[in-house]
């Protein structure tokens, strides 16, 4: 028998950071393009969007927020999280990392902000058992219940999945490792098998599992992030991804990578430092596009 009655969409919970907004007008454009994006396209669930911000940044991510749903005429749940009360919760956190994965105390990425994902299952409401981070520089141009989907193809062991780098960021800072082991395959483009490292443009996030790991805590402690770090001669600057792709290294069962088409990054950067040559095979990315990342500033296309 047909029915007019529709069951309740699931609901997703999406993350993302948005602060030092005030007077920044290409911070707002980024942010409506890609809650537009993303709130459009979502056809099969519901969004729950959880957004950290200053107070400054919060005024206008509401202002943003409410055109985009009036627009669309589609409803989403809005939620605001402190970043200044997140960067003390997750102090040490942050800490551990910040010696090895960013350029200079003040320099851009020093900012906690690009290392709060890695403390995220300590912030999140505890009812909360998985979610999507989103850096605010893409675009979604697909439904994002398909990404939600991925879940179900994770290991038993698997807290994170992310994109692959899309670029050999991850074969200059490495270059001294590399020397030293020439059959490692760490910063090799995934083209000829390689593991070029992980873009935290786009993070899923097994909540529950990081809450439950009995390992995790250790492997985000200090002592370990700088045992890590020796090991691979290790001095990287873009913050959470860079602990992400030493670990998705050593612990595979960790951490999956999930198709590039979730998150086709398209700074061109290293192509005009030294890399000309090999660029193509890191930047490859058959299929469809399901998310753009304008990173470093990148516009994204028009499509
Ligand atoms: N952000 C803010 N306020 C700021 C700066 C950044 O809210 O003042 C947020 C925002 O959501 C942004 C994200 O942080 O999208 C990342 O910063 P962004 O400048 O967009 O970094 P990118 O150069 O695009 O990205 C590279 C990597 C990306 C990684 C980031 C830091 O491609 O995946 O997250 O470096 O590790």
Request: aromatic share 12%; net charge neutral.
């Amino acid at each position: 028998s047909s029915s007019s009655v529709s069951t309740p969409k699931e609901e997703v919970n999406i993350w993302c950071i948005f602060t030092k907004a005030a007077g920044n007008a290409s911070m707002k454009y980024k942010l409506l393009t890609f809650t537009h994006s993303l709130v459009e396209n979502a056809n099969s669930v519901m969004i729950s969007l959880h957004v950290i911000v200053d107070t400054s940044s919060q005024r206008i991510a509401q202002e943003i927020l409410q055109s985009v749903k009036d627009t669309l005429k589609k409803d989403i749940k809005i939620s605001f999280y402190d970043v200044n009360q997140i960067a003390k919760d997750l102090k040490s956190l942050v800490a551990a990392m910040q010696p090895h994965f960013s350029s200079q105390p003040g320099s851009y990425y020093s900012d906690s902000l690009f290392f709060l994902s890695l403390g995220l299952h300590r912030i999140a409401p505890v009812s909360m058992s998985r979610a999507a981070m989103f850096d605010i520089d893409t675009k979604v141009l697909t439904d994002v219940g398909k990404l939600f989907e991925l879940f179900e193809s994770f290991g038993n062991d698997t807290l994170f999945a992310l994109a692959p780098e899309l670029s050999p960021v991850y074969r200059h800072v490495l270059y001294l490792y590399r020397s030293k082991n020439p059959s490692s395959k760490i910063g090799d483009p995934i083209a000829t098998g390689g593991f070029p490292g992980l873009n935290s443009g786009v993070i899923l996030f097994a909540l529950d599992r990081l809450r439950n790991s009995p390992m995790y805590p250790h492997l985000v402690h200090a002592f370990n992030v700088t045992s890590l770090t020796k090991k691979y001669s290790f001095k990287g600057h873009l913050g959470d991804q860079d602990f992400y792709t030493l670990l998705g290294f050593e612990h595979p069962e960790l951490v999956s990578v999930i198709p590039c088409n979730w998150n086709r990054q398209l700074c061109t950067w290293w192509s005009d430092h030294g890399y000309r040559d090999v660029m193509p095979q890191y930047a490859q990315c058959e299929g469809k596009v399901h998310v753009w990342h304008g990173n470093c500033n990148t516009p994204i296309p028009v499509t």
